[in-house]
């Protein structure tokens, strides 16, 4: 008995783990994927931008830099206004390779596809492998580091 009594508590305790991890994953997907996805398809760059912390750095590995907020802030504004203005639409999809978490951090990495459409209608797309750490601040999660590179779709 001492043993099948062992077995339960095993089991109890990685389902817990589990829901609790599961807990933890949709919190993130509603205070920063949700948000991030929906800002970034309509070009609102200030709420895309209240996603990441002040403290964000991001890297483009492609180009080789390290942008602050306020300058990853005027080249996501710059490049929102040029499509908008162009007519264009896009869509970001994220696929999650790996997803690590506890309640106060989350390493999210995988690939994302942005389509855009120019207004006659033609369609391209890229793909870019994507690395995300976030941490839980006084606003709920926020994104602090971003590194990406481009894939050969």
């Known amino acids: 008995m001492l043993l099948m009594e062992r077995v339960a508590l095993m089991v109890?305790?990685?389902?817990s783990a589990s829901v609790c991890a599961q807990d933890v994953q949709k919190e993130i997907n509603d205070q920063v994927w949700k948000?991030?996805?929906e800002s970034f398809n309509s070009f609102d760059t200030n709420r895309f931008m209240a996603v990441h912390s002040r403290d964000v750095v991001r890297s483009p590995r492609d180009a080789k830099v390290l942008l602050s907020w306020d300058e990853y802030f005027k080249q996501q504004q710059a490049g929102d206004k040029k499509q908008k203005?162009?007519?264009?639409t896009r869509l970001?999809?994220?696929r999650f390779t790996e997803r690590i978490a506890n309640p106060k951090q989350a390493i999210d990495v995988g690939i994302y596809k942005t389509t855009v459409k120019n207004k006659e209608?033609?369609?391209s797309s890229?793909?870019?492998s994507m690395?995300?750490?976030a941490k839980k601040d006084q606003r709920g999660k926020s994104?602090?580091?971003?590194?990406?590179?481009?894939?050969i779709p």
């Open 131 to 133: 690395w995300y750490y």
């Open 35 to 37: 948000p991030f996805i």
């Open 85 to 88: 203005e162009n007519g264009s």
């Open 12 to 15: 109890m305790t990685l389902l």
């Open 143 to 151: 994104l602090l580091t971003q590194i990406h590179q481009k894939e």
């Open 126 to 128: 890229f793909y870019v």
């Open 121 to 123: 209608g033609k369609t």
């Open 92 to 94: 970001i999809e994220l």
